[in-house]
Each structure stands twice: as structure tokens, then as C-alpha cells.
């Protein structure tokens, strides 16, 4: 079978995937002490999401990065009450999450109109503070992108990752490529014949460790974190990174992968996933996949046979397990209807669950008299 692709790529400049800002608190305004008069509150500071904004926008449109809330009121004889300081906002892209400079996470930002606040303006003076004004909170906040596609492809470097998505994607797929400064994710559009699109996320190979930041580590782990589904591929024959590292089989390369995503974020074993098994028409692949598949059949016993450092607390269970081979197109239609078929039914377990909370919602607001049993 002979497989043509055109692929049509996009290149996105400089693309921002984090930005670090300074957000402060406007300070409280003065009491009056003669009077009784509270002072008002400082602004705060807020991220907003708005769909169409990109961080690069924020980058340009403030250069200093600082964002800086107004400042309360004085309390004077004409407005006892000072009024409050203006807030101040950060217009941010859907799909960020918003993190203090020692890592915690303040939230996330998914939807459009989603709001967090950030630097809490200071109290205005009162009585109780001997009528002075507190300052406004400071820190220094990160947003981080991520990317939000289908299906995101999990392997090491070299599986063929990017062959095989170049390869799925016929027609005039579209791959958008984002480049950071040495890790480029990109997304793919994998077309079908009635124009239905599902979007894949061709990412940087991974590497063990990948969870304390070796390699593209976190740059690529949160990436992951966005898809709906996650697509692993393997090499049948296995896997080096280089001369004075382990090799690594194809079992031991699923064991790891799972490792890694496991170490980074435990949830992410539980997103729907299918196993792909790449390069079946390299001379060996036909034992090294039988191999595999006898480990497959029973991965809680086969992966105790391994070493500790390879193995994961829990283990990934694959949607569908499929060999496939990137070069000479082996196993892609099947691959490609499965994936539709796997994001098909996720949507209608989804879907699903969303009636019955509602329904279970709408239940308990119901009083129980009227409820027929
Ligand atoms: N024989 C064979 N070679 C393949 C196949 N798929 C990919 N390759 C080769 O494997 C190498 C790596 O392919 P890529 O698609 O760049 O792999 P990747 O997983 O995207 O690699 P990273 O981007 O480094 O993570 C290339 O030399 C491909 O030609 C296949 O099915 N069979
Ligand atoms: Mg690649």
C-alpha cells in the first residue's frame, strides 16, 4: 500500500508557552481619625480568561510584565468611606493554569469568563488598625499554556511519533507547529471521509526521568495533561537513548512511559489510552511483538520480572493494542478508525455521566415527598 500525505505547516513565530508576571495589590486607602472614616480596600489583581488571547499578546502589550491594582480611597470628611481601588486585570488564554514562583497552584483557567484572583488588594485603615492602610499582596505568578488536542502521542524519542502522525493525516492535514526554543509540540489534524477532525498532539520524545524535568520533562508532561485520550508509541525492537544507557524492550518501554506519566501526575494513568506498536516491517518485529504480546496478556505478573526502577505502581490499561508500521502503512486504517471509535465512546460515557449527575442534581433539590418512588 502506498501512502501519500501532504502536510501543510504553519509556523507560529516565536510562540509563548509561559510567561512569569508581577501582580501587586493596590494599597488600602487612609482611615480618618477624627471621624470614624474607613479607608477603602486596594484593587486586586485578576486573570481572566478570553478566548483569542495568546500570552505573546500579554508579552508585547506589557513588556515590564507588571500589573498593578489602584489604590483605596482616603477616608475624607466629603466620603467618610473611601471607595475602593480599581482592580486591575490580566487577560489571559483559555486553557492556563496559574502558578505562585514556589511552584503551588493557585488554579486554572478553562473556560471562557473563568477568573482568578492574584494579589489581593490591601484594607483601607479602620479603627482597628489605628486607621493606616495595609499593603497590597505582591508575588511574582507564572501562566503556563497547554496544549488541548484529541489525542496526545506518548513515546521515547525515535519511536515515530511523527512519521506515524504525518502518516495518518491525508488529504490536506494541517500541522500547526509551535516553536519553543527547542521543543516544538505540534498539532496534527487526522481527517476522515465524511470532513469529521480529530486533533493529535505530536510531542517531543520523552525520556526516563522525564517527570523531574529531564528532557523537554515538564514542558512536555503538561501537555499530556490536556488531551482526551493518549496514543503510546513503541518500537517493537525497543529502545536506546544512547550507548552508556540501559536498552530498553518494547515491554520495559511501556512499563517506563507509564512510569513517567505516572510520577508526574497520577490521573493521567486514567485518561482512555491505545498502544501502538510501531515499526512491524523491521525484520524482527514479528517475534519481538509475539514477545510482547505475552507480556501484554498479563502485565501485573510480567512486569514483576523486570527491574524495580522500571516499574510503575499502577499499570496503564490500553483501549486497544495495535501493530502497526509507519513506513509502509501497515495497520493505519485500522489504527485510524479506532482512534474515532475510542474518542466516540468516551464522548457518549461523558455524555452520560453528565445526565445522570444532573439528573442526580436535580433529584436532591427536589424534597423527597415528591419524589415518586
Ligand atoms: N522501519 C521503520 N522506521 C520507522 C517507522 N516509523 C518511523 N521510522 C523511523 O524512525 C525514526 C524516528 O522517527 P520519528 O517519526 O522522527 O520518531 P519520533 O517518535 O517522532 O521521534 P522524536 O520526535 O525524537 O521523539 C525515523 O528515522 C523514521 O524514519 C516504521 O514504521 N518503520
Ligand atoms: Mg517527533
Redesign the pocket.
Known sequence: MVWTSRVCCRKYGNFVDNIRLYVKGGSGGMGLPRLGGHGGNGGDVWVVAKKGITLKQIKDKHPNKRFTAGVGSNSSIHALRGAKGEDAQVLAPVGISVTSDDGRILGELNFEGDSLLVAKGGQGGTLTSGFLPSKGQTRQIRLDLKLIADLGLV?F????????LTALSHAKPRIASYSFTTLRPEIGKVIYNDHKQVSVA?L??LIEGAHENKGMGHRFLKHVERTKQLMF?VDVCGFQLASNTPFRSAFETVLLLTKELELYKEELLGKPAILVI??M??PEAQSHFRELEAYLENQEESSHLFSEDVIPKSLMRFTHIIPV???TGLGLPLLKSLIRQSLEEQDVIETEGQRSERLLKLRSEIPTSSVPS
Request: a neutral charge; charged letters at 20%.
Open positions: 513515546g524519542p525515535n519511536a515515530g511519533k511523527s512519521s506515524l505530536d517531543p520524545g508509541v510501531n515499526k516491517d523491521l508500521s509507519a513506513t
